[in-house]
């Protein structure tokens, strides 16, 4: 009788450990789900900011380059090259406002009628 109580209280721990063991390998198993796709988001993330670093960088290289101060500069002191005209444009002009048609006076009600009418 002790033999099979003992072999039961085995098996059943056995079972519980086992149940115990499955339950936390899927619990797991949705963890590192989880986790390879917060990787592949921080990923993504990853690649467009080094992409939007590159532009940056190649934006920076053109502004310091010696022929934009130079743009830069001549713009600023209204300087000329040879061959060249400066035109200087007044930035407080605006275009002139469209006309409006004036509206013909609207007619009151019984004025409509009337012409109907008669």
Known sequence: MKKILSNQVVLLGFALFITLTILSMRQNNHKIIN???????????NKELRQEIANLEGKITTATSD?????RLRDELLLQKPGEYVVLLDETATAPAEVVPPRPAEKTVWQQWREVLW
């Open 67 to 71: 022929f934009a101060k130079e743009k």
């Open 35 to 45: 986790q390879d796709q917060n990787l592949l988001q921080i990923d993504q993330k």
